[in-house]
């Protein structure tokens, strides 16, 4: 399989913090691939996070960061994108209001980049034969800076 070149990525690999001292956010971004049809592969970030608020944990995925297996997506993950623009754009589950939302994170420094989450304007939950729009905001920060920890 040949590889799908972004060098990009690699800048917003490893572990990123947020804390202002009642809260703290952290983001684990961990390389992956994605198979393309024509034998190919498109270099990618899988991520975890973990989210606490006055001393209890809200949500956290850290606890599903399994082992690297053959560089491939890891099972358990709840974030994943690429770069489009000289900007990380990636799908996020907030696990405690089970929806998805759309982050994107800005490079604003060499160690610290801009975290933006968005509602997924396409998601919607069905009930029985009808549709309903999921409920609106999240259960983390939607706005915030955080910094590259030194401690992965």
Known sequence: MKSTQNSELNKYLGT????????TFKIKLLPSRFPLPDGTYENMIQGYHYY??????????FDKITTVINDHIYPGSTMGGGIIEHV?????KDISKDKYGIVTLKLIE???IKW????NSNE???V?????????????PSEMILEKSTNN
């Open 16 to 23: 990123w913090v947020y804390s202002n001292g009642n809260e």
């Open 52 to 61: 606490e608020k006055d001393g209890v944990i809200v949500e956290s995925s």
């Open 88 to 92: 990380l754009s990636i799908h996020i």
């Open 110 to 112: 060499e160690n610290k």
């Open 116 to 119: 933006s989450l968005r509602e």
């Open 124 to 126: 919607t939950v069905t």
């Open 128 to 140: 029985g034969m009808s549709v309903k729009r999921s409920e609106q905001g999240f259960s983390m």
